[in-house]
């Protein structure tokens, strides 16, 4: 690992990199800015790991071998690598989609498979491919992941006023998610996920 100090107020980049994930193409690099000192961990991953089957016969590629780390509140984080060195693998892993076969996580003080669930109702993941229903307006797209999410009725009409706000979708409400810019769609991938 490695530290330094960046501009003497305590700022620092920091990083991570499995040892066993140097030694083959699948290097996964982590850089992550935040502050120097102790405090509770946000994320936390301790020997994460994760193989899937391989398209030789009876073996397993490992798409993450061994991930430790720690983010705490309010550090800018980045995961960078090149294509199959199991980024999105560790996120949906950190994010409850996955299991691990191996080692744990836990974020915002949730265990990442134990508590998947109430992580879910707390921690939003937009994937690069997220899919909207084209057919359905933009309002009936957002109506529907909060339904998936469990949003009751009462607080799910609030909601949805403020995250049409927020993506400055209001005036497209009624509009099919099929017939929005590439623009407005990732913005309104964003709302349902929040």
């Not at 509770?40 to 061994?66: C, E, M, N, Q, W």
């Not at 999410?149 to 005036?171: C, H, M, P, Q, T």
Request: aromatic letters at 6%; one cysteine or more; charged letters at 20%.
């Amino acid at each position: 690992m490695m530290r330094t100090c960046l501009n003497g107020i305590g700022t620092s980049w920091r990083h991570i990199t499995s040892s066993t994930q140097c030694r083959t193409r699948n290097t996964q690099q982590v850089w992550h800015r935040g502050t120097m000192g102790l405090t509770t961990p946000i994320i936390k991953a301790s020997g994460l790991t994760k193989s899937f089957p391989s398209r030789v016969r009876g073996g397993r590629v490992r798409a993450v071998d061994g991930i430790d780390l720690e983010i705490a509140p309010g550090e800018t984080f980045g995961l960078v690598g090149p294509d199959g060195a199991g980024k999105t693998t560790t996120l949906r892993l950190l994010n409850g989609l996955l299991v691990p076969d191996a080692g744990q996580a836990s974020v915002a003080g949730y265990d990442a498979v134990v508590q998947s669930l109430e992580l879910h109702a707390r921690v939003g993941y937009m994937a690069q491919q997220f899919s909207l229903y084209g057919d359905l307006s933009v309002l009936e797209n957002i109506t529907f992941f909060a339904k998936v999410y469990g949003v009751s009725r009462d607080e799910r009409a609030k909601r949805i006023d403020r995250l049409l706000e927020f993506a400055r979708l209001n005036a497209f409400r009624g509009r099919p998610a099929a017939q929005l810019s590439g623009g407005m769609k990732k913005k309104l991938a964003l709302a349902c996920m929040l």
